[in-house]
């Protein structure tokens, strides 16, 4: 079989308003994903197909796109390969991209210059891994004109995706591919799979077209009056309409090292609370999605930023992370991080707390602070003894975003007020409230170091010798810190983690509220 020659559209053009106010300033394939961009998952998928000719078709607020891709996606002109920003253009009219479909017509010049057998249309604002080549192997190889990737999903969410109903009894001959009956956009109920009838195949927006079939069916839709001018909606109807329609199974898709938890992970990032979930996917010691397969990797800009830091802060307070993401440049000085991802150059303080929240490039979490279920977008600014999603009530009041589930938004910026004392004491409150896992940590390290510290200066006696030993057996029994367990150094400390009494069992009263 020749060599077919491919072009690879990414549609990153939209402005993504469930995502306000992540959106306020950036287009969405181009908000902040732990670390990322977006965009960067197409891409990435892209290039680690094989597919090096790329054109990413931009609109909305494009100027951190633009300069995103200019800054990370270099490559080899000398070899043909590009991945080139294309802002809409008005080459077919007066007017701006009208629907994705549209976006491809109006830049026709682009595929007519490449030349290319098969065009590649996806998405950026899916984070997911899928090699392309093997979904252009199974278009070829099925006759298609037109195919479809799908991912199976619970059939409960059918209103949320177009739906792709198949015709089981025509044999493709490709693995994972079979010929689409009918697509739906978003319908309210849907029958479900044969051999999984709670499940139904979602277009997951990503596409392979023959270029001709491609061509004739955008000509031919940029002169309907009725066309919404998309690709989902309009040109995969035209297909399905003329039985040229196929169907590319996603489980299919075999990515190199994936591990049992994250093959075929996909998740449609498209509002707040869908893109905080994907963020708490990355952090268990077993990932649901997994961003440490090298063999497959994200590409994003190499930062300049140092290696992330750990360090105590004020008074001997601790600086730790549990079950978390920090990027490089972080630095968490003297304060605690739980079940979190945070971006480059993030800065905690002394004595703060973030816990089940998103922090994006460069905000400051002021000493004392508490960051609870929030999503703060670059650069902001929270004052020490602030709170945020604590109270949701002074939240709305500030003009925080609270979401249906309870998560608390903040734009690129947005300023945090001073805190009033009462605010002040909810925020210490919260802080005592040390992970048990911190706490036993904390004290192994201090039995440790003094035990060191005595066998280096030969004072270790034998009355020194069982005291250590009773207080590791305190330390390790049944795997918690009681307390009362800690050693006598540690427990009459006023230097405990964020500052806090070194004995903190289980919190009460208004700090029992704040973490339940």
């Not at 008074?315 to 003297?334: C, Q």
Request: proline letters at 5%; charged letters at 20%.
């Amino acid at each position: 079989m020749a060599v077919k020659k491919v072009l690879a559209i990414v549609l990153a053009g939209g402005e993504g308003k469930r995502l306000m106010p992540l959106t306020a300033d950036r287009a969405k394939p181009a908000v902040p994903f732990a670390g990322f961009r977006l965009v960067d998952f197409a891409l990435s998928n892209l290039v680690n197909s094989g597919y090096l000719k790329i054109v990413v078709l931009t609109q909305y607020k494009s100027h951190s796109m633009d300069q995103h891709i200019s800054q990370t996606w270099r490559m080899s002109t000398q070899l043909g390969n590009y991945v080139a920003s294309v802002p809409a253009q008005q080459r077919r009219g007066k007017s701006w991209f009208l629907g994705s479909a549209n976006a491809i017509y109006q830049s026709m010049n682009l595929i007519v210059d490449a030349a290319p057998d098969i065009v590649v249309v996806v998405g950026a604002d899916h984070v997911y891994r899928m090699d392309f080549e093997q979904m252009v192997e199974s278009h070829i190889k099925s006759g298609a004109r037109a195919t479809v990737a799908a991912v199976r999903q619970p059939l409960t969410m059918a209103d949320q995706f177009g739906v792709i109903e198949v015709d089981t009894s025509f044999d493709t001959g490709a693995v994972g591919a079979h010929k689409i009956s009918a697509f739906v956009e978003k319908p309210a109920s849907t029958p479900g799979l044969p051999d999984a009838p709670d499940q139904f195949l979602a277009s997951m927006g990503n596409y392979v077209f023959d270029t001709d079939a491609l061509v004739e069916a955008l000509e031919q839709d940029a002169v309907k009056s009725d066309t919404k001018n998309d690709m989902g909606g309009d040109i995969i109807p035209h297909f399905v309409d003329r039985g040229e329609a196929f169907v590319y199974d996603f489980s299919t898709n075999d990515i190199p090292d994936a591990t049992d938890r994250d093959r075929n992970y996909w998740r449609d990032v498209g509002t707040i609370d869908s893109y905080y979930d994907a963020h708490m996917d990355l952090i268990s010691p077993l990932p649901i999605f997994n961003l440490y397969n090298r063999a497959w990797p994200i590409y994003t800009r190499n930062t300049t930023s140092p290696p992330a830091k750990f360090v105590h802060g004020e008074h001997n307070a601790v600086g730790a992370a549990l079950d978390s993401i920090v990027a490089p440049g972080v630095v968490v000085s003297g304060g605690v991080v739980e079940n979190s991802v945070l971006s480059n150059d993030v800065f905690v303080g002394t004595g703060a707390r973030v816990m089940d929240s998103v922090l994006m490039d460069s905000v400051v979490v002021g000493a004392g602070a508490v960051v609870k279920r929030a999503i703060i977008d670059k650069s902001v600014r929270i004052p020490a003894g602030a709170t945020i999603g604590v109270n949701p009530e002074l939240d709305r009041a500030r003009g925080f975003m609270i979401t249906e589930s309870g998560l608390t938004v903040l734009r690129k910026g947005q300023i945090v007020p001073a805190p009033a004392a009462e605010e002040v004491a909810v925020a210490k409150a919260a802080a005592a409230a040390t992970p048990a896992a911190l706490e036993l940590a904390i004290a192994e390290h201090r039995l440790s170091k003094e035990t060191m510290d005595l066998v280096v200066g030969n004072q270790l006696t034998a009355a020194d010798s069982a005291a250590l030993r009773d207080a590791g057996s305190a330390v390790g029994r049944d795997g918690v810190l009681t307390a009362g367990s800690a050693p006598d150094s540690a427990a009459g400390s006023s230097n405990g983690p964020a500052g806090l009494a070194g004995n903190v069992s289980e919190p009460d009263g208004e700090a029992a509220k704040i973490v339940e």
